[in-house]
């Protein structure tokens, strides 16, 4: 699954709802679908660190170190938050909030 991934721009899918619902339910990579242990790593945009909340679901922090690109960042955590947005929301997306930094 890694060698094919190298081929591209990126190893990062578009985060769609369903990709990243999928990732926090099931405990699994969204680099290369693995299950998840700890630590658990999110790739995002200084942005995104800033606002703790990542649009990427949680990776491997190798995986995560793979398809890192520009000015990403990696955060490290023993756990996430699944943000589910509702009506109100002025971000639409899913997202996930880490809530245990190592
Ligand atoms: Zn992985």
């Known amino acids: 699954m890694k060698e094919d991934l190298r081929g591209g721009a990126t190893g990062l899918r578009e985060p769609t709802r369903a990709?990243?619902?999928?990732c926090?339910?099931?405990?699994i990579c969204g680099v290369c679908e693995g299950g998840l242990g700890r630590p658990i790593a999110f790739l995002g945009s200084p942005v995104e660190q800033d606002r703790n909340q990542f649009h990427q679901p949680p990776m491997h922090l190798a995986c995560a170190?793979?398809?890192r690109l520009?000015?990403?960042?990696?955060?490290?955590?023993?756990g996430f938050d699944?943000?589910?947005p509702d009506r109100d929301d002025p971000d639409q997306s899913p997202r996930f909030e880490p809530n245990s930094a190592l």
Do not use: N, P
């Open 24 to 27: 926090a339910l099931s405990r």
């Open 65 to 67: 170190e793979d398809v």
């Open 19 to 22: 990709w990243v619902t999928q």
């Open 82 to 84: 699944f943000i589910r």
């Open 70 to 78: 520009g000015d990403h960042v990696i955060v490290v955590t023993a």
